[in-house]
């Protein structure tokens, strides 16, 4: 079944070192996006790449980066974890700009 | 800020139809209602769309009146793994989803 894949499920970083998470899809979807979920809160979009387009939002912390070397994968960097970051990572996907988005199972990060 | 308004939360017994409505006063021409499903630890589902009128599928039933400022989710026969949070969202972009807060739906028997 086509698929988005996120890896690992669950993360733990300590404060302040680098963590990065990753996101696979076989949808061969141009678009993919990157959420944040913070406990009893609605997932809040970080950004998200039309093809190799990056599109930052504009309350999105400099801390967070992203990379999409190819179609079918794409990376959240967090260069200097804190706690506030402690959250569930979301990637979506979809086709050019659908509000049809296919959420991966997400990464639960804990920062200590 | 989410467009749309919709019950923080709702019970419901197994079997019994839900309906979750919605309230987008606002709503722009060109936007469409969206609902998504979450269940706990998983990412959202897409569950339906609809512009106007009804819009029906194997999971649910949206209906948009005509002045389009509302829209209600019908879930048949729930069970209790129909428990989620459901989300209603207004917009024509996937660009900007904006989830808000959802509805939590807790079903028991």
């Known amino acids: 079944d086509a698929m988005v894949i996120q890896n690992p499920r669950y993360q733990v970083t300590q404060f302040g070192k680098p963590v990065t998470l990753s996101c696979s899809q076989t949808?061969?979807?141009?678009?993919m996006y990157w959420y944040q979920q913070k406990s009893s809160q609605a997932p809040k979009l970080l950004f998200h790449?039309?093809?190799?387009?990056?599109?930052n939002e504009a309350d999105t912390p400099d801390n967070f980066q992203s990379r999409r070397p190819n179609t079918s994968f794409c990376f959240l960097d967090i260069r200097s974890p804190g706690l506030g970051d402690a959250a569930m990572y979301l990637c979506?996907?979809?086709?050019?700009?659908?509000?049809?988005?296919?959420f991966g199972p997400g990464t639960r990060l804990t920062v200590l | 800020l989410a467009k749309t308004t919709q019950p923080i939360s709702m019970d419901s017994y197994e079997g019994q139809e839900v309906n979750i409505t919605c309230s987008h006063n606002?709503?722009?021409?060109?936007?469409?209602i969206t609902w998504y499903q979450q269940f706990p630890s998983q990412g959202p589902r897409f569950i339906i769309q609809g512009y106007k009128t009804k819009v029906k599928n194997e999971v649910a039933s949206l209906f948009i009146p005509a002045d389009r400022k509302s829209s209600t989710l019908s879930l048949p026969r729930v069970s209790l793994s129909d428990t989620a949070v459901y989300y209603c969202l207004e917009g024509n972009s996937g660009y900007a989803l904006n989830f808000g807060k959802g509805t939590s739906l807790l079903v028991t028997p």
């Open positions: 606002n709503i722009a021409t060109n936007d469409y």
């Open positions: 979506a996907t979809s086709r050019d700009s659908s509000m049809e988005q296919f």
């Open positions: 949808l061969n979807h141009n678009v």
């Open positions: 790449y039309y093809d190799k387009d990056f599109n």
